[in-house]
C-alpha cells in the first residue's frame, strides 16, 4: 500500500481565500483523522471519522474550517476564508480497528497564508 | 484540566549512551499510551504501544515504561545512533468506544556522534 496520501504538500494562499485539503486513507482503514500542527501548539486534533462519519469535530477551531468524507477513499478539510493564522502543517492519518490501535501518518500539507 | 507534558527542552546525548525521555500527564486515565516518532517534514511514525496493565514494553533498542500511579512513561533508547534524532511525541488514549489520541508536544532528540 502507497501509505496515507496527501495533496497539495505545500501551499502558499492569500488571506480570505478558500484552501481545499486532500487526504486518501490506507485501504481498508475505517477510522480517518486531521490534525493540525504548530510550534506553539503541536500536534492538535481537529476531527475524526468512522466509517465516513464524523464522530467528534471538537477540536475545529471555528466554523470557518470544515471536514468531510464522501466515501471510504477520499477525505477533504476546508478553510474558508482563511487567515494568517491558520498556517500550519497539517496531517491526515488513519487507523483500523478498535482501541489502541496505530496511527498512520500522511507527509502532511504545509499551509502558509500571507 | 487535562495536560500531556514532555520536556520541551531539546536533548543532547552522546551516541553509545541511553537516551530517556519523559511524557507526564494529569487528569488522564489513559487506557494506552503510545510513542511516535517524528523526523523534519514528515508525519509521526508509530513505534511502541503500552497498556495500563502492562508496566513494561521492549522493542529492539527501545524500552517504554508505563507507571499510572506516577502518571508517568518513560522512553528508553539503549546503545543511541545519530540516526535515532528525532522529535518523539507520547501519545495518550482513554478507555472508550472511540479511537481519540491526544498527543504531547513532544521532545526533540539529538544524538552526537
Known amino acids: 500500500d502507497a501509505g496515507v496520501i496527501q495533496s497539495p504538500r505545500h501551499e502558499v494562499t492569500e488571506m480570505g481565500q478558500e484552501v481545499t485539503l486532500r487526504c486518501k486513507p490506507i485501504s481498508g482503514h475505517d477510522y480517518l483523522f486531521w490534525y493540525r500542527q504548530t510550534m506553539m501548539r503541536g500536534l492538535e486534533l481537529l476531527i475524526y471519522?468512522?466509517?465516513?462519519?464524523?464522530?467528534?469535530d471538537s477540536g475545529m477551531p471555528e466554523d470557518r474550517f470544515s471536514a468531510k468524507m464522501p466515501n471510504a477513499s477520499f477525505s477533504t478539510l476546508k478553510i474558508q476564508p482563511s487567515e494568517p493564522r491558520d498556517s500550519a502543517v497539517y496531517f491526515c492519518?488513519?487507523?483500523?480497528?478498535?482501541?489502541?490501535?496505530?496511527?498512520?501518518f500522511g507527509p502532511g500539507t504545509r499551509l502558509l497564508v500571507l | 484540566s487535562q495536560k500531556i507534558e514532555q520536556n520541551s527542552e531539546a536533548l543532547n546525548i552522546q551516541e553509545g549512551k541511553t537516551a530517556t525521555l519523559t511524557c507526564n500527564y494529569t487528569n488522564y486515565s489513559p487506557a494506552y499510551l503510545q510513542w511516535y516518532r517524528q523526523d523534519p517534514g514528515r508525519g509521526p511514525v508509530f513505534l511502541l504501544l503500552?497498556?495500563?496493565?502492562?508496566k513494561e514494553k521492549r522493542k529492539e533498542r527501545l524500552k517504554v515504561t508505563f507507571d499510572t500511579t506516577l502518571k508517568q512513561s518513560l522512553f528508553h533508547i539503549t546503545a543511541s545512533q545519530p540516526a535515532d534524532s528525532a522529535t518523539y511525541l507520547c501519545a495518550l488514549q482513554t478507555s472508550g468506544g472511540y479511537q481519540k489520541v491526544t498527543f504531547g508536544t513532544g521532545t526533540k532528540l539529538q544524538v552526537i556522534p
Open positions: 492519518a488513519s487507523s483500523f480497528g478498535s482501541r489502541g490501535e496505530t496511527q498512520y
Open positions: 503500552i497498556r495500563e496493565n502492562e
Open positions: 471519522f468512522n466509517n465516513n462519519v464524523p464522530i467528534d
